[in-house]
């Protein structure tokens, strides 16, 4: 059984200031989560809203999580998973909401931080009905929260929730979408990549360096094409036989096998497939001098992790600085898409990664702190602004 006894803090100075404070704010006398499972686990990170919806002649069981609305909307993607109870559905849309808010603040978007869940296995569970059931309940917020493709959901299924809703995006281009976001995501990987060399190695050439690549699908392969175009020396892995050879066969690049990558002699790792890549076991092993990559959740437990790559002398550069070009794309396209102009901003990652190495650096924290502390005096400084508006 989960412990859910967490004690709540509150920071009385952001609590004095701010109503839509991101901080851990509040005063529940019962600070015991199982007696507050819900309002109390939103307390934890100042949520603000859950709705949940439930239908019974679809089968529809889903949870959406606003969790900030200072920098505009809600935006995030709508999982679909058999969560084994309630429970692990509302902690993990709590999460990835609250996720979603740090990853649009730091990449200098107008947009909240929202996510969704359906519960349930989608190949028994989703149909037509179910999904546009779900439209009708994103449709019902009014636009505090505007749903994408995660998880489980697809482009088509996108298609289907916007017969009953407008408050959706990632929609393929023949829909007046953004289409596939992972050029835009990659380049992102690339450029922050760049300035991570710019302050390891004093240079942001990526020529001669050598470069493991980790997952090479949409995002990995798209990545892989700048690293070989700079002249890097790229190494690859993934499960799926395809990709090797198209990495490799179009790339030259180099494969490695899954028992000896993190054994490498490599100056960059770029984790691009799934999370907690960065862990007790691989940290053991890895010898090179940068972590960059676009997988989410990289490091396996984020202080851990963040304060032992610090100690080891590695840079990490925060996945959700590092792979923001995905909700960047997305954010262009509520007002007509553009891709220029998403790539442009998607360029901006090499400022914001500087700026967090260089405030981690003089304030001796790990990257990862350092982003989420420019997170939150982005929202804080424009909720006082709201404030007074
Ligand atoms: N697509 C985007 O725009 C975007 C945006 C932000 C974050 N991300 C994250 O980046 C990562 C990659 O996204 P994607 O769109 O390229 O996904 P994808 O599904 O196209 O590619 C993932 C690749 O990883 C491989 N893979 C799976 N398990 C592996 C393992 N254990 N070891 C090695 N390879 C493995 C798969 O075979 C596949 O080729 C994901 O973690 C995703 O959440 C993607």
């Not at 967490?6 to 529940?28: F, G, R, T, W, Y």
């Not at 740090?102 to 969704?116: D, E, F, P, Q, R």
């Not at 636009?143 to 809703?165: F, H, L, N, P, Q």
């Not at 829909?175 to 760049?194: C, E, H, I, L, R």
């Amino acid at each position: 059984m989960i412990d859910f006894d967490i004690s709540i803090q509150i920071n009385p100075k952001l609590a004095a200031n701010l109503n839509h404070s991101i901080m851990e704010v509040k005063d529940l006398k019962d600070t015991s989560l199982a007696q507050n499972p819900v309002i109390g686990q939103m307390m934890l990170h100042n949520h603000e809203q859950i709705l949940f919806c439930n239908d019974n002649a679809t089968g529809l069981k889903a949870i959406i999580a606003v969790h900030n609305t200072v920098l505009g909307p809600s935006l995030g993607g709508t999982r679909m998973w058999n969560y084994n109870n309630e429970m692990e559905a509302l902690t993990d849309v709590l999460r990835l909401s609250r996720g979603m808010t740090y990853k649009s603040s730091v990449a200098g978007i107008n947009l909240g931080g929202g996510k969704a869940v359906i519960i349930g296995d989608a190949k028994k569970l989703k149909s037509e009905a179910l999904l546009r059931r779900f439209g009708k309940f994103v449709n019902s917020l009014g636009g505090k929260y505007i749903t994408a493709e995660d998880v489980a959901m697809s482009s088509r299924d996108m298609e289907i929730i916007k017969m009953e809703t407008d408050y959706v995006s990632g929609l393929p281009v023949n829909m007046g979408g953004s289409g596939d976001p992972s050029p835009v995501t990659a380049y992102g990987v690339y450029v922050s990549m760049k300035a991570s060399a710019k302050e390891v190695f004093g240079t942001d050439n990526l020529a001669g360096k050598k470069v493991l690549v980790q997952g090479i699908g949409n995002v990995g392969m798209h990545l892989v094409e700048h690293l070989t175009k700079e002249g890097a020396k790229v190494y690859v892995y993934d499960i799926t036989e395809e990709r090797i050879k198209m990495a490799v066969d179009t790339y030259k690049a180099e494969f490695v096998a899954a028992d000896k990558m993190f054994d490498l002699d490599i100056d960059i790792y770029a984790p691009c497939a799934l999370g907690a890549t960065v862990n007790d076991e691989t940290l053991s092993k890895l010898k090179c001098k940068i972590i960059c990559g676009a997988a989410n959740n990289q490091l396996a437990d984020e202080k851990k992790h963040g304060e032992l790559v610090m100690s080891k002398g590695i840079l990490y550069a925060p996945d959700f600085v590092v792979n923001a070009g995905g909700i960047i794309n997305v954010y262009y396209e509520l007002d007509g898409y553009n891709r220029e102009r998403a790539l442009a901003h998607a360029e901006k990652i090499y400022d914001t990664t500087w700026n967090i190495i260089q405030t981690a650096k003089a304030q001796n924290i790990p990257t990862y702190a350092a982003a989420n502390k420019i997170a939150e005096q982005r929202i804080e400084s424009i909720a006082r602004i709201n404030a007074v508006m």
